[in-house]
Nanobody
Framework: QVQLVESGGGLVQAGGSLRLSCAAS????????MGWFRQAPGTERALVAT????????DYVESVKGRFTISRDNAKNTVYLQMNSLKPEDTAVYYC????????????????WGQGTQVTVSS
């Protein structure tokens, strides 16, 4: 099992930036893919971005491509989500998640979740 702790959320104006961090402990961090999900009020939790175990493969949902960047530092057991050009529709609770495979495969759910961090983008 992996323990995940997110930080970096907050309130920002549209067009601004935030960087989320997620510190992991437990399983060997460099062995598995990581992802960021988000959940807005009244909606289901949805995948935003994934990064492979090595950090060499990333993938994004269409709505954040070109604005968000996922990365990881395996020496620090930390995954990041840099969010630029934020929009009000990015407002949500953002969750860090750990998969059980070195790469993300569509439809596979993470095994471990963080507690979430609120991101609010004002217009």
């Amino acid at each position: 099992q992996v323990q995940l702790v997110e930080s970096g959320g907050g309130l920002v104006q549209a067009g601004g930036s935030l960087r989320l961090s997620c510190a992991a402990s437990g399983r060997t961090f460099s062995n598995y893919a990581m992802g960021w999900f988000r959940q807005a009020p009244g909606t289901e939790r949805a995948l935003v971005a994934t990064v492979s175990a090595s950090g060499g493969i990333t993938d994004y949902v269409e709505s954040v491509k070109g604005r968000f960047t996922i990365s990881r530092d395996n020496a620090k057991n930390t995954v990041y989500l840099q969010m630029n050009s934020l929009k009000p529709e990015d407002t949500a609770v953002y969750y860090c998640a750990a998969f059980t495979t070195p790469r993300y495969y569509s439809g596979r759910y993470p095994r471990d979740w963080g507690q979430g961090t609120q991101v609010t983008v004002s217009s």
